[in-house]
């Protein structure tokens, strides 16, 4: 029997007639099959960076992978602590042990994502749920469908510094692949900037705080128009990739010390 999991942000399989547990590529998701299709963030490095991240990596050279990782990670954390809260855990800045278990900045940018659940009380109508579609041949997870303002909106939170045309593109492909599966058709899609550079609650119709800002994109058109070019990116890394094979660690499920001794024998 094969299971397919998860253990936070690690998928894996288990297969209990061969005794392993077999680690997954995060570049991909895998069907109830266990095939493997590439992420739609991963098609979406052979979208072109621009001027401004060569300069970047030129300005911060051998600590640029260091930087990159640390996001990663604080990204991670903060997904983690939204899904926990809208799920209705209480979210604690504290461990078990009593001691700090999250950076300030971390903390700071749950508490925005909290400012905007209690300011504006967006409807929590689905978290964190794995999409894929073998037709198009990409997955992902989308991070929030909700309802605000009566408006259907598939919403993707953001940590990083600064949003690019890329956001926009992963959320029309999510889009696209849930248009495929049949799930209902939204209003619009939406990024949750928890990291922007606002200083103000903004004016009367802005949906924003302090270092936070929501940006939606109501016209199917436009939407239409970025999920063109995603399916341009896409064929440029099926080209670039065609041959590429996922990376799997396959380890045991349970050692016992004697098996040592009987295998020397």
């Known amino acids: 029997m094969q299971t397919i999991a998860k253990i936070s942000n690690q998928n894996y399989r288990i297969d209990l007639t061969t005794n392993r547990i077999t680690f997954l590529?995060?570049?991909?998701?895998?069907?109830?099959?266990?095939?493997?299709?590439?992420s739609v963030t991963t098609i979406l490095n052979a979208y072109p960076k621009g001027?401004?991240?060569?300069?970047?990596?030129?300005?911060?050279?051998?600590?640029?992978?260091?930087?990159?990782?640390?996001?990663?990670?604080?990204?991670?954390?903060?997904?983690?602590?939204?899904?926990?809260?809208?799920k209705g855990e209480e979210v604690s800045l504290f461990g078990q042990d009593g001691e700090l278990s999250l950076s300030m900045v971390e903390w700071s940018m749950f508490e925005r994502?909290?400012?905007?659940?209690?300011?504006f009380n967006p409807e929590i109508i689905d978290i964190e749920t794995n999409i894929i579609s073998k037709e198009l041949g990409m997955a992902g997870t989308r991070?929030?469908?909700?309802?605000?303002?009566?408006?259907?909106?598939?919403?993707?939170?953001?940590?990083?510094?600064?949003?690019?045309?890329?956001?926009?593109?992963?959320?029309?492909?999510?889009?696209?692949?849930?248009?495929?599966?049949?799930?209902?058709?939204?209003?619009?899609?939406?990024?949750?900037?928890?990291?922007?550079?606002?200083?103000?609650?903004?004016?009367?119709?802005?949906?924003?705080?302090?270092?936070w800002q929501?940006?939606?994109?109501?016209?199917?058109?436009?939407?239409?128009?970025?999920?063109?070019?995603?399916?341009?990116?896409?064929r440029l890394w099926l080209s670039e990739n065609k041959d590429l094979m996922p990376r799997e660690l396959s380890y045991r499920l349970h050692h016992n010390p004697t098996d040592i001794f009987l295998s020397s024998k």
């Open 143 to 211: 991070d929030r469908v909700i309802a605000l303002n009566g408006k259907r909106l598939l919403l993707d939170i953001k940590t990083g510094n600064y949003i690019g045309k890329e956001a926009w593109l992963q959320l029309s492909a999510y889009r696209a692949i849930d248009r495929v599966n049949g799930h209902p058709p939204y209003d619009g899609v939406a990024i949750l900037h928890l990291s922007a550079k606002t200083k103000t609650d903004g004016r009367k119709d802005s949906i924003q705080g302090k270092g």
């Open 51 to 86: 001027a401004a991240f060569y300069e970047w990596l030129k300005k911060n050279g051998e600590d640029s992978d260091a930087i990159r990782d640390d996001a990663g990670r604080r990204g991670s954390k903060v997904h983690q602590m939204t899904e926990a809260y809208d």
């Open 113 to 119: 994502y909290v400012e905007f659940r209690r300011r």
């Open 214 to 234: 929501l940006l939606i994109e109501y016209d199917s058109n436009a939407i239409d128009q970025l999920y063109e070019v995603f399916e341009h990116t896409h």
């Open 25 to 38: 590529d995060g570049r991909f998701y895998y069907d109830e099959d266990g095939t493997p299709v590439p």
